[in-house]
């Protein structure tokens, strides 16, 4: 049961664009998400995250969008850099007390293209 | 600062060995997870230690896996009688926090393979 899922395997996004990521839920536990960035041999690095009593976190060129009613999160990276080519991951995790473990999506590659 | 360390980096098993997997957190943190990666996935949980406490174990897949972080730092990841299925990347994370939601510090993972 994939409680967390981001559909498109890969995404292809002219340099200077938007890139837009996207990534639906099932679990109405879950309050609070995370976006994680992966380069090959490297762990998963943070890179912004959102709480549900918000709709919207942005940090720089990162923005996440938050949409409860809909159980669906995205990313937008504009303008799009070639080092933002990478795997993208998807986290959710439940706050109710002890709850530590993330839940992650399968991943988008993402390819900046010049 | 030095981030989260883990070794070897890759192993290669014979089906029915063990093996033994290290994860040095972030020096201080005292939340540590492991969590299994395989190919074309991401990550999975496995066990959540708070200090020298394992506080949930309930992605373990079975018996055969089994960690430990006897003084609260450094932890150990053992699976015995190793199976095909067991390939895949093992990571650490480590975070400070032990409430609430927060972002955990990951490792580069070692890469296990079972032939």
């Known amino acids: 049961d994939q409680q967390v899922k981001q559909n498109s395997p890969s995404l292809s996004v002219q340099e200077g664009r938007i890139s837009i990521l996207n990534c639906d839920y099932t679990?109405?536990?879950?309050?609070?998400f995370l976006w994680y960035k992966k380069y090959p041999a490297e762990g998963p690095t943070f890179l912004i995250s959102i709480s549900s009593i918000k709709d919207k976190n942005e940090d720089g060129r990162f923005t996440v969008f938050l949409n409860k009613s809909a159980k669906h999160l995205s990313l937008h990276i504009v303008p799009s850099q070639p080092g933002d080519s990478a795997v993208y991951f998807c986290?959710?995790?439940?706050?109710?007390?002890?709850?530590?473990?993330?839940?992650f999506g399968q991943g988008t590659r993402l390819t900046i293209n010049p | 600062g030095a981030g989260v360390s883990q070794s070897p980096r890759y192993k290669v098993a014979k089906r029915g060995q063990d093996v033994a997997l290290r994860c040095d957190p972030i020096?201080?943190?005292?939340?540590l997870f492991w969590y299994q990666q395989a190919l074309g996935q991401g990550p999975e949980f496995l066990t959540y230690?708070?200090?020298?406490?394992?506080?949930?174990k309930s992605g373990l897949p079975s018996d055969r896996f089994f960690a430990e972080r006897p003084e609260g730092s450094v932890s150990t990841l053992k699976i015995q009688r190793t199976q095909q299925e067991d390939s895949a990347v093992y990571l650490c994370?480590?975070?400070?926090?032990?409430?609430?939601?927060?972002?955990?510090?990951f490792g580069p993972g070692t890469r296990l393979t079972v032939t």
């Open positions: 230690f708070q200090n020298e406490a394992q506080l949930d």
């Open positions: 020096s201080g943190h005292v939340s």
């Open positions: 994370a480590s975070s400070p926090w032990t409430s609430g939601p927060y972002e955990q510090y």
């Open positions: 986290a959710a995790s439940p706050t109710f007390q002890g709850a530590q473990k993330l839940v």
């Open positions: 679990n109405s536990m879950f309050d609070y």
